[in-house]
């Protein structure tokens, strides 16, 4: 299982090189800044970079449990990505409201 060190890296790492995707999902404008070009990608870099452990966590995906979705809150932000052959992003928004 891919821990929040790696998860860090290598999403970095992806948003850098221009290697990441976008889940097909509702609210996409609203809850996806990235692919709607409110936040470049080294921003969002910039931002995941300041992220630190107790910032992440990670669970199955509803659709396929052997596929680990992380999510980061930091700065305000809320990132939920999971790795398949590229990063995909499932959302990218500020922090609406913090986390149970």
């Known amino acids: 299982m891919v821990g929040f060190n790696e998860a860090k890296q290598q999403v970095i790492r992806d948003l850098q090189a221009g290697n990441f995707l976008h889940e097909v999902r509702r609210d996409i404008s609203s809850k996806n800044l990235l692919l709607t070009g409110r ?54 928004h500020r922090q609406e409201s913090t986390r149970p």
Do not use: C, M, N
């Open 39 to 92: 936040i470049g990608a080294s921003e969002l870099a910039a931002i995941l970079k300041r992220a630190r452990g107790q910032d992440h966590r990670s669970s199955p995906h509803h659709r396929d449990a052997g596929i680990r979705v992380h999510e980061i809150l930091t700065g305000g932000w809320y990132v939920k990505f999971y790795f398949l052959s590229d990063t995909t992003f499932i959302s990218v």
